[in-house]
């Protein structure tokens, strides 16, 4: 079945350091991915996503990039604040109603003062 | 806009037990899921609604756990008797439609002794 592989589990960087998270997923057809922020109790919040149709996404400090030959993305974090961290999962999902969201099994990011 | 809702926030129950949890998405949000997060975990499909309708229960443990929407508003997600392993949070979560992005609630955290 569909699985997304995500690495690493554990990540600490200090402030103001970039902060790399990859996965990986199986489903070939996938074309949706997501990317879900959770702090310590908190409910998971969509931080990033991207489409197939598009290799990189930026927003401010956030920026996916997504190699559907190698069917990997990766969530890039630059100057890393305290605020950031969190565990984060990344997603993935065919864009049809039949098929559903698999998340990878996170990250925890710490970042250091 | 209000977020989604989720009652109880944490349960203790034993073992055998039977268990529910509410769940009340954002107004006029069609599609409803329920996810299962297992510590150190990413969350996993349970059940998704489409209105009142089952799109993919194929993860649901059908012999012990069960959900409704019957007027495709609310939702109950049952467990029913309980086990050790079902021990989890349990994520509700809601989108317009099925592409759009997931919005989740704050969880239901169940422990069982």
């Known amino acids: 079945g569909e699985n997304v592989e995500q690495h690493p589990s554990t990540l600490s960087v200090q402030e103001g350091d970039s902060a790399v998270i990859k996965c990986t997923y199986s489903?070939?057809?996938?074309?949706?991915f997501p990317w879900y922020k959770q702090e310590l109790g908190k409910r998971p919040q969509l931080i990033i996503d991207?489409?197939?149709?598009?290799g990189e996404k930026k927003d401010q400090r956030i920026a996916v990039t997504l190699n559907k030959t190698a069917k990997h993305f990766s969530l890039h974090i630059t100057e890393t604040q305290p605020e950031d961290s969190a565990v984060y999962f990344c997603?993935?999902?065919?864009?049809?109603?039949?098929?559903?969201?698999?998340f990878g099994s996170g990250t925890r990011l710490l970042v250091r003062p | 806009e209000a977020g989604v809702a989720q009652s109880p926030r944490y349960k203790i129950i034993e073992k055998r037990q039977s268990v529910a949890f509410w769940c009340n998405p954002i107004?006029?949000?069609?599609?409803l899921y329920w996810y299962q997060q297992i510590l150190g975990q990413g969350p996993k499909l349970l059940i998704q609604?489409?209105?009142?309708?089952?799109?993919?229960d194929s993860q649901l443990p059908k012999d012990r756990f069960s959900a409704e929407r019957l007027k495709g508003v609310d939702s109950t997600l049952k467990i029913q008797p309980a086990k050790l392993e079902d021990s989890a949070v349990y994520l509700c979560?809601?989108?317009?439609?099925?592409?759009?992005?997931?919005?989740f609630g704050p969880g239901t955290r169940l422990t069982v002794t």
């Open positions: 979560a809601s989108s317009l439609v099925w592409r759009n992005e997931q919005y």
């Open positions: 489903d070939s057809a996938s074309n949706y």
């Open positions: 991207i489409r197939s149709n598009v």
């Open positions: 997603a993935a999902r065919r864009m049809d109603s039949s098929y559903k969201l698999i």
């Open positions: 107004s006029g949000h069609a599609t």
């Open positions: 609604f489409q209105n009142n309708g089952v799109v993919d």
